[in-house]
């Protein structure tokens, strides 16, 4: 077993570049790195650490998919898209953060990760893929801080899964049909920043904002 270090200065993993490769247990990309290709560490089943660079814009397709070791994943800030099946059928991951700047998650991204026990999807979010949370069967939260139900395709997360929304928004979610599949819906989170920002514009008596709503 072993670790691999790439050096500082490499700027591109290419596809493949690791896909299959046995007895690596971690990885670590140097901030020099700025692109990782398709599958480039597709079926580490070994890989139990990952760091990631912050200079990274996307995790592209399958880059992770069956890492079956791996059991906690931090995304950088910075990375504003998450690829098809890129961290699919990681069966035992655990724990997932997300950056705030991330814009879309593919299709598929966590697919079969049957140990995932809560996912939040950051106030930047904008786009999402369906099938995310297919078949992660020990999923217990769902955290949505749009006070807006995003228009998407089934997510088909675990329905025993509680949906956690902004105070307010649970009749939203209960009246769009993917949403209303969470097992429940409760209002217990403050809206992300886009929304308060939306809301703020749609009250014509609001004079004065006394402080920053966008972080």
């Known amino acids: 077993a072993g670790s691999v270090y790439i050096p500082m200065g490499v700027k591109e993993i290419g596809n493949y570049a690791f896909a299959h490769c ?3 247990q971690s990885m670590h990309l140097p901030e020099s790195v700025e692109e990782i290709g ?8 070994t890989l139990m650490s990952l760091r990631l660079s912050s200079n990274l814009k996307e995790i592209p397709k399958n880059a992770f ?3 079956t070791w791996l059991k906690r994943v931090q995304i950088p800030e910075g990375v504003e898209r998450l690829g098809l099946d890129a961290f699919a059928l990681c069966t035992r991951l655990e724990e997932v953060s997300l950056p705030s700047t991330l814009k879309a998650i593919d299709r598929g991204v966590f697919w079969r990760c049957r ?3 809560s996912f939040t999807i950051p106030a930047s979010v904008e786009t999402m893929g369906e099938y995310i949370l297919f078949e992660c069967d020990s999923l217990k939260d769902v955290y949505c801080p749009h006070a807006v139900p995003m228009q998407i395709p089934p997510l088909y997360y675990n329905t025993n899964a509680t949906l956690h929304v902004p105070r307010g928004s649970e009749e939203l979610y209960r009246n769009v049909e993917y949403w209303a599949k969470a097992g429940k819906i409760v209002g217990d989170l403050e809206a992300g920043h ?5 809301l703020f514009f749609i009250v014509s008596t ?3 904002v006394r402080r920053s709503f966008y972080h």
Request: proline residues 0%; glycine residues 0%.
């Open 22 to 24: 046995k007895r690596i």
């Open 38 to 45: 398709e599958h480039c560490c597709e079926s580490m089943h």
């Open 65 to 67: 998919v069956e890492c």
């Open 115 to 117: 140990s995932l026990r």
């Open 194 to 198: 886009r929304w308060h920002l939306h």
């Open 206 to 208: 609001l004079q004065i």
